[in-house]
T-cell receptor
Framework: GDSVTQMEGPVTLSEEAFLTINCTYT??????LFWYVQYPGEGLQLLLK?????DKGSNKGFEATYRKETTSFHLEKGSVQVSDSAVYFC???????????FGQGTELSVKP | NAGVTQTPKFRILKIGQSMTLQCTQD?????MYWYRQDPGMGLKLIYY???????DKGEVPNGYNVSRSTTEDFPLRLELAAPSQTSVYFC?????????????FGNGTRLTVT
């Protein structure tokens, strides 16, 4: 079946460091890919998405490119801030009721 | 705009007790979902609904029941609580079932069964 695998956390970075969180997927079809972010004590919220191969999603300085050849959707940000500390979830979905399949989440901690 | 509201925020149950987790949304979304989040794991879909009166099982439905009598409300029922149901529960809604329709999540209910 379909699945999503993320790099293990927690990831600890200093402010202004470069961030990469790896995400790979296994899919039987052609899903849309998402990154959701969960700040402490809150629910998840959509960070960015890409709906087809080679699409780049971007938001708040974060970017991810849908790579079909490597089945990857890595999250990157050039300069992280303390306020980016959160748990990041990679997910996939088909046009079938919006059901999402999530990775296990990667906790990011940014120190001043 | 309240979005998706879940109650209670926290609850401790004894084994065998029952409870209902409440979820309501004010965005007139047809699609609603219940997920559970276990430590170090991604979210798993318990049940979902594509509209009032229609519900279907997700990946991990055992031990739970749902109903959808109105567009706004999607309660999740635990009949005989077990320690394996200790988790954080998230309700979500979306405008449509298409993949480009983002999910809106509530803030979660942290449930402990002892």
């Amino acid at each position: 079946g379909d699945s999503v695998t993320q790099m293990e956390g927690p990831v600890t970075l200093s402010e202004e460091a470069f961030l990469t969180i790896n995400c790979t997927y296994t899919a039987t079809g052609y899903p849309s890919l998402f990154w959701y972010v969960q700040y402490p004590g809150e629910g998840l919220q959509l960070l960015l998405k890409a709906t087809k191969a080679d699409d780049k999603g971007s938001n708040k300085g974060f970017e991810a490119t849908y790579r079909k050849e490597t089945t990857s959707f890595h999250l990157e940000k050039g300069s992280v801030q303390v306020s980016d500390s959160a748990v990041y979830f990679c997910a996939l979905s088909y046009n079938q009721g919006g059901k999402l399949i999530f990775g296990q989440g990667t906790e990011l901690s940014v120190k001043p | 705009n309240a979005g998706v509201t879940q109650t209670p925020k926290f609850r401790i149950l004894k084994i065998g007790q029952s409870m209902t987790l409440q979820c309501t949304q004010d965005m007139n979304h047809n699609y609603m979902y219940w997920y559970r989040q276990d430590p170090g794991m991604g979210l798993k879909l318990i049940y979902y609904s594509v509209g009032a009166g229609i519900t279907d099982k997700g990946e991990v439905p055992n031990g739970y029941n749902v109903s959808r009598s109105t567009t706004e409300d999607f309660p999740l029922r635990l009949e005989l609580a077990a320690p394996s149901q200790t988790s954080v529960y998230f309700c979500a809604s979306s405008f449509s079932g298409r993949a480009n329709s983002p999910l809106h999540f509530g803030n979660g209910t942290r449930l402990t069964v002892t």
